[in-house]
């Protein structure tokens, strides 16, 4: 069965740092990965999504992913972090059709000033 | 822009009690979901409708029914509710199968 590892449950960086949240996921086939955000008390926000093509994907608020098929790895990255990026991220890779989200169990991101 | 919308968004039931969750998107999309949200888990498949009148069982589905009610409206209903489904549920919805989920901002739901 598809599965989704975040192995970090809570990250503290400082404002300016750089950032990389690691993703594993677990599937035969080519996966359709995304990276979602979550600020508190609110849904979730799509940062970027991997379907074919370049490995090194970029999306909003300057976040960029890479995809490694020999490591079964698409990590999120971050050049300088902001305070407004403390949030909860969300990795998910696609299980059968119809786009059903298998989700991993989220890195709370928190951010010193 | 509403896109998802769901209804309430804070809710205490006592044990054995129903309800139902509303959902509602203004996207024209095909395809709606609902998750659960629990700490530490992620979020989790309940229920989704691949398109209008049809629904399918996700990962978690016991202790819950769905109905398509037409494209723009997916519920969910707890007939007898427990304190396991005490949890944040979430509807989305997309608009073709591997396209982007677009996410409501969530109920809470506290069973006693």
């Known amino acids: 069965a598809q599965s989704v590892t975040q192995p970090d449950i809570h990250i503290t960086v400082s404002e300016g740092a750089s950032l990389e949240l690691r993703c594993n996921y677990s599937?035969?086939?080519?996966?359709?990965l995304f990276w979602y955000v979550q600020s508190p008390g609110q849904g979730l926000q799509l940062l970027l999504k991997?379907?074919?093509?370049?490995?090194l994907v970029q999306g909003i608020k300057g976040f960029e992913a890479e995809f490694k098929r020999s490591q079964s790895s698409f990590n999120l990255r971050k050049p300088s972090v902001h305070w407004s990026d403390a949030a909860e991220y969300f990795c998910?890779?696609?299980?059968?059709?119809?786009?059903?989200?298998?989700f991993g169990a989220g890195t709370r991101l928190a951010v010193h000033p | 822009n509403a896109g998802v919308t769901q209804t309430p968004k804070f809710q205490v039931l006592k044990t054995g009690q129903s309800m139902t969750l509303q959902c509602a998107q203004d996207?024209?999309?095909?395809?709606m979901y609902w998750y659960r949200q629990d700490p530490g888990m992620g979020l989790r498949l309940i229920y989704y409708s691949a398109s209008e009148g049809t629904t399918d069982k996700g990962e978690v589905p016991n202790g819950y029914n769905v109905s398509r009610l037409n494209k723009r409206e997916f519920s969910l209903r707890l007939e007898s509710a427990a304190p396991s489904q005490t949890s944040v549920y979430f509807c989305?919805?997309?608009?073709?199968?591997?396209?982007?989920?677009?996410f409501g901002e969530g109920s809470r739901l506290t069973v006693l």
């Open positions: 989305a919805s997309s608009e073709r199968p591997t396209g982007e989920l677009f």
């Open positions: 996207m024209n999309h095909n395809s």
């Open positions: 998910a890779v696609v299980s059968g059709g119809y786009n059903k989200l298998i």
């Open positions: 599937y035969g086939a080519t996966p359709y």
């Open positions: 991997y379907f074919s093509g370049d490995t």
